[in-house]
């Protein structure tokens, strides 16, 4: 467990010029951020703009027709999101995107999969190997449970949880695979007061606990420039700000077109 | 080369049937996103009905009328006690309730119109038109000839349907997006009574065409098989999909079924027959795998 | 109040992850297995053991083997039949070719060419889902049905592709009787419904639940879908080839590819619609199921016609059989998805609670 050092600022992320477009629609046009470790990044804009989008692109859903992409200084070849996933790309999305004939604790532990490395014929033995790495995986999983406060419904099957619950499995999910990248698309989107503020908190949580780099997708500002180091604001595809909360804050062309009304 | 021309007509015209009955699969995807297995058993259904009646001591006009309102009762039935009831299932549940659909069907109707195989007499002979005939020694069944007629009649009528009237418009409306059809105040249970009956004439003029040509009998339900590898060329949305995929099902069936087994009884002896019984899916599945979604299908994007 | 729970606490993962985590499961699952394995052979009639429990055992395994393809991992198959007919057919040649090969390893051989064949076919779901994927299945069936048939290297040159079984024998012990053959069938069916059930609580079977729930989302937390997808298609077929090589020599005796029809591969796709999908348990219930109700039709039926005074030719019968099949299928879709195994399941929660009502 690595603790928080403002002085860690190796760049995680970096990406150069992006451009995705579907069928003659501009998604995004010459995106180009970067993204430093352990810090917490913002991307914000209204509705439309090309956030989620961006996250996709960032593991391997979408390949942008223009661009490159650094991950951890190497260069990117265009990969699909399960060779992402092994890079230590995690990440949530915003229409929950569990298994829904599963309980909790299964969807959690599918987290894992890239960790767990028995095959068909060890698992269909069961005794001996494919038991211990089972027993083990689960001792991680349970840790993760225990994080994120969730034990009392870990049998239960998902699609029978409120809303609130079924996003807190899915972050559990994303931890599970010990990620160095996690990237969340609206955690927060649909929950009341109580429910963001437990969110908010682990998320720091993570971050400062684990050091986890997170990029985040937000619509709430006054979660956004609480925990956030540094923000990016996307509109119609476009980059019209990046920097510190305060002065994305006060970049006159971001209010223009996203901040005229405050949360 | 006129033995060639024959084939390639000939299996025009059996394709066309084929695509009769894509055309009732079509139209219920097209209107509640359900792909109807049980289409052929319907088109059995119809035809048994006719022939039911008939004996029943019905006139023959009379007995199709009366065929049809069966059908438009089964449509309504299956409606209220089968997809009513599975309204947010995933397609998947939906398809095997319609194949629970065929078997009770294929149960109820022989129970209801008796299983005798028994011939459908339109008035026209399944023989080649002798002008045609003297002329260019190319043999083409009038039957045939007649059925394709209707069929492309029966096409035009239904896209006119679509097209130009108020009914057409609000099915296309409910194909497109059940929410905002509701929303407009369009009822969707009447559409999809509406819609299954429509599918139940169609299914009818199926079983009578077929009946005629083959007799009424139990395989006539096991058409439906046959419809599918047309949707998948054709595409699951798209009439004329369900016309263009029928053809090349039935020419390249009869070609492959001609020009295929002496090769092999050449080359391993022995009787090579039956191709036609899994042409048209290796057909289909090849095609699938340059094109997924067939012809005239539409692109589907996964949104995540 | 005999079903409880109470006292049996779990202290480790590995206790938690047993598959009968309550004691009184453990116990009923020993005189079960005490009961089919030493009194059925010893008690029961030829007819029963021939014509009820060795098919029941066979088509468990087959549904079983569909479960995974279609149940677990979503993929939906209606070519099972065919899979099941290479099973026997391989099988049979291996036998036949290989002088002095031990069946187990001809069976094991045959499941394993079934296998080879169910990848082939499997390769489409890379790109196609969905119905599309149920039209590749059935092309698998027909297909394979026909090669069956027409090409007369795979049943040793006999007219319309009918073979027959060798007798089955290992050191020195010959499977000829039906109580036999009976055990033979059970030994081989619990063995690999014991490794099935192993195989879908671990990852793998998370994989394909995984798939089948949402296949995108499996990619991005980095499930492979190929080898996922394809490993599915490879299990399901080895299990029914299994089947269908135990079809062939313990239970038919000799068999013809038309026999493995689609209507076969109806038969054991509602046994796992009504067993229960994506349960283990279901597949010996839907096909209990399955496998009794044209028998209790047969018996029911003269006796309704009594009672009402109606009569009812035999002719008559099969097609009621088919109405009841839609009308079952139609019904557990609606009532109960999951099938008889949630039946059983909802049973036995509200027993953990008898004779209180919540």
């Given at each position: ?263 | ?156 009528l239904l896209a006119l349907l679509f097209q130009y009237t108020k009914v057409g418009r609000a099915l296309r409306a409910v194909a497109d997006d059940h929410q905002a059809a509701l929303s407009l105040g369009i009822p969707l249970e009447n559409i999809w009574a509406i819609v299954w009956a429509i599918a139940g004439f169609v299914a009818l003029v199926a079983g009578l065409l077929w009946g005629s040509r083959n007799g009424v009998q139990f395989a006539l339900s096991l ?82 | ?358």
């Amino acid at each position: 467990m690595t603790s928080r050092t403002t002085q860690d600022k190796d760049t995680v992320l970096k990406l150069e010029n992006i451009s995705l477009s579907f069928g003659g629609v501009n998604a995004l046009t010459n995106i180009s951020f970067d993204v430093k470790e352990h810090e917490i990044r913002s991307i914000i804009g209204p509705n439309g703009a090309g956030k989620s989008s961006m996250l996709n692109v960032i593991n391997g859903v979408y390949h942008p027709q223009a661009g490159s992409i650094y991950f951890r200084g190497e260069k990117r070849k265009q990969m699909n999101p399960a060779q992402a996933a092994r890079q230590g790309i995690a990440r949530t999305f915003q229409n929950i995107a569990l298994f829904k004939g599963m309980t909790v604790l299964d969807n959690i532990m599918t987290g894992r999969n890239t960790q767990m490395k028995s095959g068909f014929i060890s698992n269909a033995i069961w005794v001996g190997k494919a038991r211990d790495e089972e027993e083990l995986n689960r001792q991680k999983v349970e840790e993760v449970i225990d994080f994120l406060e969730i034990q009392h419904i870990r049998k239960t099957p998902v699609g029978k949880l409120p809303y609130g619950l079924q996003k807190r499995v899915e972050l559990a999910r994303a931890l599970a695979a010990e990620p160095s990248l996690l990237l969340l698309d609206e955690p927060m989107a649909g929950m009341n007061v109580e429910e963001k503020q437990d969110m908010c908190r682990f998320i720091l949580e993570v971050n400062q606990q684990y050091g986890v780099t997170t990029v985040l997708i937000e619509h709430d500002m006054g979660v956004v420039m609480d925990i956030s180091d540094r923000v990016v604001v996307l509109d119609y595809g476009k980059k019209i700000g990046d920097g510190l909360p305060d002065d994305v804050k006060n970049n006159p062309e971001v209010i223009s077109a996203y901040l005229g009304t405050n949360h | 080369m006129q033995f060639f021309i024959e084939i390639v007509i000939s299996g025009i015209l059996s394709g066309l049937m084929y695509s009769l009955v894509a055309l009732g699969f079509v139209l219920i995807f097209k209107a509640s996103g359900v792909l109807n297995f049980a289409q052929g058993a319907m088109v059995y259904s119809a035809a048994l009905a006719v022939v039911g009646f008939i004996d029943y001591g019905l006139p023959m006009w009379l007995a199709v009328i009366a065929a049809f309102i069966f059908m438009v009762i089964v449509g309504i039935c299956t409606e209220k006690f089968v997809l009513g009831k599975l309204v947010n299932q995933p397609p998947i549940t939906l398809f095997m309730a319609t194949i629970g659909l065929s078997f009770f069907l294929d149960g109820l109707s022989p129970i209801l119109f008796g299983n005798e195989v028994r011939p459908i007499d339109l008035g026209i002979v399944d023989e080649p038109i002798q002008s045609v005939m003297e002329l260019t020694g190319i043999g083409i069944s009038k039957l045939d000839l007649f059925s394709s007629g209707i069929i492309i009649l029966l096409v035009i009528l239904l896209a006119l349907l679509f097209q130009y009237t108020k009914v057409g418009r609000a099915l296309r409306a409910v194909a497109d997006d059940h929410q905002a059809a509701l929303s407009l105040g369009i009822p969707l249970e009447n559409i999809w009574a509406i819609v299954w009956a429509i599918a139940g004439f169609v299914a009818l003029v199926a079983g009578l065409l077929w009946g005629s040509r083959n007799g009424v009998q139990f395989a006539l339900s096991l058409t439906a098989l046959k419809a599918l590898p047309v949707l998948i060329l054709g595409g699951f949305t798209s009439v004329p999909g369900a016309i263009v995929g029928g053809i090349i099902i039935g020419v390249s069936e009869k070609l492959a079924e001609i020009y295929i087994p002496p090769v092999l009884q050449d080359a391993f002896g022995g009787n090579f027959g039956g191709i036609e019984g899994w042409f048209p899916y290796i057909f289909a599945l090849v095609f699938l795998l340059v094109r997924p979604e067939g012809l005239f299908g539409e692109k589907h994007i996964d949104r995540v | 109040m005999l079903y409880r729970e109470a006292g049996q606490f779990k202290t480790s993962y590995k206790s938690d992850s047993q598959i009968f985590p309550i004691l009184q499961d453990r116990i009923g699952m020993v005189i079960l297995i005490a009961i089919a394995a030493i009194g059925v052979p010893l008690f029961a009639s030829e007819y029963w053991l021939n014509a009820i429990l060795i098919p029941f055992l066979i088509f468990s395994l087959a549904a079983l083997g569909l479960n995974f393809l279609t149940g677990y991992a979503g993929q939906l198959s209606l070519g099972s039949a065919a899979f099941m007919a290479i099973g026997a057919y391989a099988t049979y040649n291996f036998q036949l070719r290989i002088e002095g090969i031990p069946f187990p390893i001809s069976f094991l051989l045959g499941g394993l060419s079934a296998a080879f064949v169910g990848v082939l076919f499997g390769l489409p779901s890379l790109r196609i889902k969905g119905f599309y994927l149920a039209v590749a299945t059935l092309a698998a069936q027909f297909f394979v049905v026909w090669c069956l048939t027409k090409f007369p290297w795979f049943s040793n040159n006999s007219s319309s592709g009918v073979i027959s079984a060798q007798t089955l024998s290992l050191f020195g012990f010959t499977f000829d009787t039906p109580a036999s053959k009976y055990l033979l069938v059970l030994v081989i069916v619990s063995g690999l419904a014991l490794l099935g059930k192993n195989l879908v609580r671990s990852s793998t079977g998370r994989s394909w639940m995984a798939v089948r729930d949402m296949d995108v989302a499996a990619e991005v937390i980095g499930i492979p879908l190929m080898k996922t997808k394809l490993l599915a298609f490879a299990i399901s077929s080895f299990y029914c080839g299994i089947a269908g090589a135990l079809y062939a020599y313990c239970y038919l005796g000799s068999v013809e590819p038309d026999g493995f029809s689609l209507d076969m591969s109806f038969k054991i796709l509602f046994m796992v619609i009504i067993g229960g999908v994506g349960s283990i348990l279901g597949n010996f219930l839907g096909a209990a199921f399955i496998l009794l109700l044209p028998i209790f039709l047969d018996i029911a039926l003269p006796f309704i016609s009594q009672i009402l005074h109606l009569p009812i030719p035999s002719s008559v019968v099969s097609h009621i059989q088919l109405m009841v099949f839609g009308s079952l299928i139609i019904f557990f879709l609606i009532v109960e998805p999951h099938g008889l195994a949630r039946l059983w399941q909802i049973s036995k929660e509200k027993l953990r609670l008898w004779p209180f009502p919540h």
